[in-house]
């Protein structure tokens, strides 16, 4: 069989958007694209799965315990919840990470789902060998997955116009990006993608 595409949506929660605890500015603008990606993938019968943050209420994630970040998606919480207006469908594949309170856990090669499968087995399963990538935050998950796919020897695009950063020193999303193309990822953008995926047959 030969390898072919999914869409992966990272982390598009309420806490990475406007009104939440470690809001990504203008982080919920890229949904209603990242709906049209989901329904696109999933009429052309190709897989789409959902990363989410899923923190304990201690980890060395949160800068009150040493890291980097505010407290933020906590699980069980409505900061931890996909955002209102991301359209999951039902059924659909979703992966947790950074439950284990030792680690940052960002890409989401760390994540498993509830049955405790990880991404990288699901998409050998699957047969895929082309992540597309979009959602939070450019910078840190979104950066970390794409790097993390290239060196599992998958072929990684990501949908510039479907992302945003964190931006804590402006210009680290296009340093991320920049990153990212360096590495053998492909930068792309959401307008003509229908034309590159494989027709349903
Ligand atoms: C993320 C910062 C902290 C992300 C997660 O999802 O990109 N960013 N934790």
Known sequence: MT??????????????????????PEGDEIIPRVNRLVALFLRRG?????????????????????GAWPAHCIQGTKGARFHPRLEVPKGGTILSKGMDPEQDSYSAFQATTDRGRDLESILQELGVGE???????????????????????????????????????????????????AQGAKLLRTRGIAELLPKRN
Do not use: M
């Open 131 to 181: 992540l597309f990538i979009c959602g939070l935050a450019t910078d840190y998950c979104v950066r970390a997955t794409a790097l993390d796919a290239g060196r599992r020897g998958l072929k990684a695009s990501v949908f510039t116009d479907a992302v945003h950063g964190v931006d804590l020193k402006p210009g680290d999303s296009q340093a991320a990006l920049r990153e990212i193309r």
């Open 3 to 24: 390898a072919g595409p999914a869409l992966l949506v990272v982390d598009i929660q309420n806490d990475f958007c406007p009104g939440g605890a470690l809001a990504v």
């Open 46 to 66: 190709l897989p789409v799965l959902f990363t989410r943050c899923w923190h304990p209420r201690v980890t060395k994630h949160f800068k009150e315990f040493g």
